[in-house]
């Protein structure tokens, strides 16, 4: 079992930047890879991007590519989420997601591929 809490969400300006972190506990949470996903208001669950167990390889969405970065201290079994430039469509509950598999790649941005879920951490962009 691996149970992931998120924190860092609040308010900020577009052009603004904030990091949200994921904790994770359990005995292999440095195990898994890790996912960020959003849900903006009205929309579904969006795959933001994601890292492997040992931090060395990332993937993102094309809307978040070279603004948002993932990274991951396992001695601290916490995964952080930094987002720079950001726009008000950024706007959404921010998840973190644990997953077994080795690599992200674009076939690995499913939620189904993710078996454990934090509650999210709001973020709000205001224009």
């Known amino acids: 079992q691996v149970q992931l809490v998120e924190s860092g969400g609040g308010l900020v300006r577009a052009g603004g930047s904030l990091r949200l972190s994921c904790a994770a506990s359990g005995r292999t949470a440095s195990n898994y890879a890790m996912g960020w996903f959003r849900r903006a208001p009205g929309k579904g669950r969006d795959f933001v991007g994601a890292?492997?167990?040992?931090?060395?390889?990332?993937y993102y969405s094309d809307t978040v590519r070279g603004r948002f970065t993932i990274s991951r201290d396992n001695a601290k079994n916490t995964v952080y989420l930094q987002m720079n430039s950001l726009k008000p469509e950024a706007t959404a509950v921010y998840y973190c997601?644990?997953?077994?598999?080795?690599?992200?790649?674009?076939?690995?941005?499913?939620?189904?591929?993710?078996?454990?879920w934090g509650q999210g951490t709001q973020v709000t962009v205001s224009s």
């Open positions: 890292t492997s167990p040992n931090g060395a390889s990332t």
């Open positions: 997601a644990a997953g077994g598999f080795s690599r992200p790649t674009r076939a690995t941005t499913g939620r189904n591929v993710y078996g454990y």
